[in-house]
Every structure is written in C-alpha cells, then in structure tokens.
C-alpha cells in the first residue's frame, strides 16, 4: 500500500502563487502518484491534474488551463501542483491522487489526507 503526504497549503493572497507538492511512500513501485484532485465544502471532489509516469504527458481540467502546471521530481515518488494567479475560488482542499496504471485520465486508487489552500482577496 501507498502513503500520500500533501504539503504546500496556506494562506496566499489573490494573485499570489502556491506550489503544492505530494511525497509516496511505501509500495510506490506498484503505485505512484500521478494526480492532484480538489474538493470545496459540499461539493463532489473534481479533477485537476494528472501526469504520467515518465514526466511527459500531462492532462489538466479545462477550469486550471494555463494556471496550474503539474509535474514530476527527481524522485518519482514526488508530485507538485505549481498554482499561479491564485483565485479566490481556488479555496479548496486539494488531494494527491495515486493509481498503478500510467493513463491520465483515470486508474487513481489512493489519496492522501489533502491539504487546505485559502486565497485572501
């Protein structure tokens, strides 16, 4: 089994920039993480990044285009969410999200316990 630790959140000013990283351990030959997911109060969890294996494909929800930029570390294990132009609806808990299959678009079967991000306007 893998173990998912979100770090990275805070308070940040609208505007301002956060990057948000994600550390596997245990079993993370069989499971890495490869995505980043968020979930406002009350609201169903949303995707919102995701990145293969090797570092080279990338996928992002439409919302986070070109503000949010999803990438791999020297260690495999590790995971960022760089977040630019912070919105105030970008206050949302977001989670790390781990699977065994390199697709993209789905196959994530373990999460971390998530860490806040709150804007300030």
């Known amino acids: 089994q893998v173990q998912l630790v979100e770090s990275g959140g805070g308070l940040v000013q609208a505007g301002g920039s956060l990057r948000l990283s994600c550390a596997a351990s245990?079993?993370?030959?069989?499971?890495?993480?490869k995505g980043w997911f968020r979930q406002a109060p009350g609201k169903e969890r949303e995707f919102v990044a995701s990145?293969?294996?090797?570092?080279?494909?990338?996928y992002y929800a439409d919302s986070v285009k070109g503000r949010f930029t999803i990438s791999r570390g020297n260690v495999k294990s590790t995971v960022y969410l760089q977040i630019n132009s912070l919105k105030l609806e970008d206050t949302v808990v977001y989670y790390c999200?781990?699977?065994?299959?390199?697709?993209?678009?789905?196959?994530?079967?373990?999460w971390g316990e998530g860490t806040l991000v709150t804007v300030s306007s």
């Open positions: 990145i293969s294996w090797s570092g080279q494909v990338t």
């Open positions: 245990g079993r993370t030959y069989t499971t890495w993480p």
């Open positions: 999200a781990a699977g065994t299959s390199d697709s993209v678009f789905d196959g994530f079967s373990s």
